[in-house]
């Protein structure tokens, strides 16, 4: 006897819920639900025993084969102690890096400081240097005398 491609209300309902979970994307269950027989009528909002294989047995196959397929271990759920817990551990580790960021930070600005100090100091030895050189002016200047061409005539 072969099955008549006829798709009830309740079998669309079942294969819906079967596609969400698939893309773990359910909307009745929580996030993360695997995959199962039972999963499926679940998410659909009916009883788990209304989904049998002698009602719906080409459903029934694709579930079944899906789960072969994938493995469909159930995803761990983590617990909101946990979550807690690692959010704690992420504020610790950026807390960390924000004061090593500030040591480096101040370490450069040190660095700057000192170097426009030094920079300042020469450039007030430099004037220094140039004033004096400009009030004692001990360089005398030779004037060049020029050769005279000697032209033959």
Do not use: C
């Not at 039972?38 to 998410?43: G, S």
Request: aromatic share 4%; no cysteine; charged share 35%.
């Amino acid at each position: 006897m072969s099955q008549p491609d006829f798709v009830g209300e309740a079998e669309m309902a079942f294969r819906d819920a079967f596609e969400r979970l698939k893309l773990g994307k359910p909307s009745v269950l929580p996030s993360g639900t695997p995959v199962s027989q039972n999963n499926v009528a679940k998410e659909a909002g009916r009883d788990p025993s209304a989904l049998r294989k002698s009602r719906y047995p080409r459903l029934i196959r694709s579930i079944q084969k899906w789960i072969e397929d994938n493995g469909n271990a159930p995803r761990k759920r983590t617990s909101s102690a946990s979550l807690i817990r690692g959010a704690r551990a992420k504020n610790r580790e950026l807390k960390s890096r924000i004061e090593e960021l500030t040591q480096q930070r101040d370490r450069a600005m040190a660095r700057l400081v000192i170097a426009e100090e030094s920079l300042l100091e020469l450039h007030r030895r430099l004037q220094e240097y140039k004033s004096r050189v400009g009030e004692v002016d001990n360089l005398v200047r030779i004037p060049r005398e020029r050769k005279a061409s000697n032209t033959k005539s």
